[in-house]
């Protein structure tokens, strides 16, 4: 099989595609056949030693694929090879990656494997954030930065799904467009000059008293207090990412509008509350096998263009999950 691989994390330029041995599943794996993986901005971070975790090497970056299954290892139930799934994996541009039993999904007829290849983590987290971490009740308002990326993205759909009224704000005249596709109610452009006195007027066309009472916020750039100043009594910003900055927040804020700041951690999710993750990944792959919700496809590369993938995941200009695509 074929293999994104490098064994130092300066540049881009040190990965090649190299011939190795499809590996073997042991007891608990599976053998996945990779038919697209996820290219996301933390995983060019991963790639460039940039993270705050540096991989071991040689590294193929690459944790979340759609493909089939291959071959099971011992003690696996419930999966066969043919099966449909996704998966999280370490190694996933590669033509085959194994994964514990325990982090493979079947997945449904309609799921094509480049929606399935950005689906657990982002969906995972817009519900896990939206439902637990904010508590959000049919009829709010929630307002969504980085909307037309892959998190944000399932943050408009999850919201919708539950009821919300959704503003978007993203950066582009194109990226507001697709927010909108999606199911936005509204949107917003990102340039920080004038931009409290927009979403003011912005919301003065809602029937909804013109508050926001919940942000999801992967971004956390210079609209972070702003947002947060937006807020109604009792409203929730969400804290999903950093990808503009680390900033500070005035500690008065919170208590003067009874608003909260909340982390959300889907890995720690996953780990300390796995039960409740499982239930909520059988509920949104049911929206979808029910046709109530259809993740968009975001752009693909072939697989000899990873190199490209991961510079364009850099930029922050992808609209949806970017992905690898390889040959069914």
Request: glycine fraction near 14%; charge should be neutral; charged fraction near 20%.
């Amino acid at each position: 099989m074929r293999r994104v691989e490098a064994g130092a994390l300066n540049s881009i330029a040190d990965y090649r595609l190299i011939e190795a041995a499809p590996p073997r599943p042991g007891p608990g794996q599976v053998l996945i056949k990779v038919g697209a993986c996820g290219v996301g901005y933390v995983d060019a971070l991963v790639a460039l030693g940039r993270y705050q975790v540096k991989p071991p090497l040689p590294h193929t970056p690459g944790q979340e694929v759609g493909g089939r299954v291959e071959a099971i290892g011992d003690g696996v139930t419930g999966l066969a090879p043919g099966d449909r799934v996704m998966a999280a994996v370490r190694g996933g541009f590669a033509e085959c990656a194994l994964a514990p039993a325990q982090a493979v999904t079947r997945i449904p007829d309609r799921m094509t494997f480049a929606q399935a290849a950005g689906f657990r983590v982002n969906y995972l987290t817009a519900l896990h954030g939206l439902a637990d971490r904010a508590a959000l009740k049919p009829g709010e308002t929630v307002l969504v930065f980085g909307a037309a990326g892959g998190v944000g993205s399932a943050a408009i759909q999850v919201a919708k799904h539950l009821g919300a009224r959704v503003i978007a704000a993203a950066s582009t005249d194109a990226k507001r467009a697709f927010c909108a596709d999606i199911g936005a109610d509204l949107t917003i452009d990102t340039a920080p000059e004038g931009w409290r006195d927009r979403l003011k007027a912005l919301l003065g066309k809602t029937s909804h008293g013109g508050v926001v009472d919940v942000v999801f916020d992967p971004v956390c750039g210079p609209l972070f207090e702003p947002a947060f100043r937006s807020l109604a009594w009792n409203g929730r910003h969400l804290v999903v990412g950093f990808v503009g900055g680390i900033p500070a927040l005035p500690v008065n804020l919170p208590l003067m509008k009874g608003a909260a700041l909340t982390g959300v951690d889907v890995r720690q999710f996953l780990l300390f509350q796995p039960d409740l993750a499982a239930k909520h990944l059988t509920d949104l792959l049911g929206w979808v096998a029910d046709g109530n919700l259809t993740p968009p496809e975001g752009r693909a590369f072939a697989f000899g263009e990873f190199a490209e993938a991961l510079e364009f995941a850099l930029t922050g200009g992808g609209m949806g999950k970017t992905v690898l695509h390889l040959p069914d």
